[in-house]
């Protein structure tokens, strides 16, 4: 084989691996197969509404949709920011204050116990029925495994490089700034990508108990009219904007993370 050839073959398994060929064809033979599920059994709309109708449902009522899908999407980015920013914050001030994760640690656990159904009114209660209380619920439940899983990275440094740091006479703070947080940063990139995908349930369990827009309070009010395809057309929206969040995450955190490639990844050429 020519070796001018060789990056160009590369390239092209790189773009090749890009596309998710197989996750694609697994989705694309979902749908067909419930079609045909409902087709062959004759399932009520108002029960299970095909993909087909789902669809139709989309396109006729993307005037209603999309001002409630934007609002639900401006929730969900708000609250990603704000748990993330209080997440990392948190995580940094435990990792340079052991006293302080002992006394904060147990908090973030029984923060979690805590089913998100029986916050959200207490919110709606304190903050309105406004904005503010959908991205306080959203940054809730995006808190914790942003805090976790970068306050484990800062825990688990190599000894080596601290190691090295106390032979430079690095300070604490020096050593957490140097050495910890950028050994940290590839586990901070897991709990964003989780986070990213968990985003939608704030926003969507803060517009059911109370709120005036949103594709949560769309649902909500389709289902009371037995509306199954609108409530699937909303469904189908989340999973969209779900999919384009975590991605947009990966992305991100791949170029951020770039000393620390994933191996798995089809985005990797090295990741035979």
């Known amino acids: 084989m020519l070796p001018r050839f060789v990056p160009a073959i590369a390239a092209g398994r790189t773009a090749r691996r890009a596309v998710p060929i197989a996750g694609i064809v697994t989705g694309c033979g979902v749908l067909l197969a419930w079609e045909l ?4 059994f004759a399932v009520p709309a108002f029960l299970l509404p095909a993909p087909s109708r789902i669809a139709v449902t989309l396109a006729t009522r993307w005037s209603i949709i999309l001002p409630e899908a ?3 999407f401006g929730e969900m980015i708000g609250g990603l920011l704000i748990g993330s920013v209080f997440g990392i914050a948190a995580a ?3 990792a340079g204050s052991p006293r302080l994760e002992r006394a904060v640690g147990p908090l973030l656990v029984v923060s979690q116990a805590l089913p998100v159904f029986a916050i959200a009114p207490l919110l ?6 406004g904005l503010a209380s959908k991205l306080a619920m959203a940054a809730l439940i995006i808190f914790f495994p942003v805090t976790t899983t970068f306050f484990e990275g800062l825990r688990r ?4 490089l601290l190691d090295l740091g106390r032979l430079n006479r690095a300070g604490r703070l020096q050593t957490l700034l140097l050495i910890r947080v ?3 940063l590839p586990a901070l990139a897991s709990g964003l990508r989780v986070a990213a995908a968990a985003a939608p349930i704030g926003a969507i369990v803060g517009e059911w108990v109370g709120s005036s827009s949103g ?5 909500l009010h389709a289902n009371a009219r037995m509306q199954t ?4 057309a909303g469904l189908t929206i989340l999973v969209v904007f779900s999919i384009a969040l975590w991605g947009a995450v990966g992305l991100l955190t791949r170029r951020l993370v770039f000393w620390a490639p994933d191996t798995l990844s089809p985005f990797n050429p090295q990741g035979e």
Do not use: E, H, K
């Not at 709606?124 to 029925?129: A, D, I, N, Y």
């Not at 395809?229 to 699937?232: C, E, S, T």
């Open 37 to 40: 599920a409902v087709w062959l």
């Open 70 to 72: 934007l609002v639900t």
């Open 92 to 94: 940094l001030l435990m």
């Open 124 to 129: 709606v209660v304190w903050l309105g029925f």
């Open 157 to 160: 440094t190599d000894t080596g």
């Open 182 to 184: 950028p050994s940290a």
């Open 215 to 219: 594709l949560g309070l769309l649902m």
């Open 229 to 232: 395809d609108l409530v699937f």
